[in-house]
Nanobody
């Protein structure tokens, strides 16, 4: 089992910045894919950004140029650096990890952007 714990969410003004962190622990074999998703009430969870072990990244079009995902493989951490935040970025952000083909999710952290 892998446990994921997110931190760093909160309330920020339009145009502000936040950095989310996700710590993976437990019986980790080889986490290949880590990423961030977000969800708002009544909508499906959507990909925000993903990063592979080698550093390849993928971003939702809506966050390209504003968000940056990074990871520290030695610490099993993944980060989401968010700049230029907009009210439409308001959501619960979830960390996701894939280890040996199994998908794990964190409990989520709320990000609220005021206009």
């Amino acid at each position: 089992q892998v446990q994921l714990v997110e931190s760093g969410g909160g309330l920020v003004e339009f145009g502000g910045s936040l950095t989310l962190s996700c710590a993976a622990s437990g019986s980790i074999f080889s986490i290949n894919n880590m990423g961030w998703y977000r969800q708002t009430p009544g909508k499906q969870r959507e990909l925000v950004a993903a990063i592979l072990t080698r550093g390849n990244t993928d971003y939702a079009d809506s966050v390209k140029g504003r968000f940056t995902i990074s990871r520290d493989n030695t610490k099993n951490m993944v980060y989401l650096h968010m700049n230029g935040l907009k009210p439409e970025d308001t959501a619960v952000y979830y960390c996701k990890a894939v280890d040996q083909g199994r998908v794990y999710w964190g409990q989520g952290t709320q990000v609220t952007v005021s206009s």
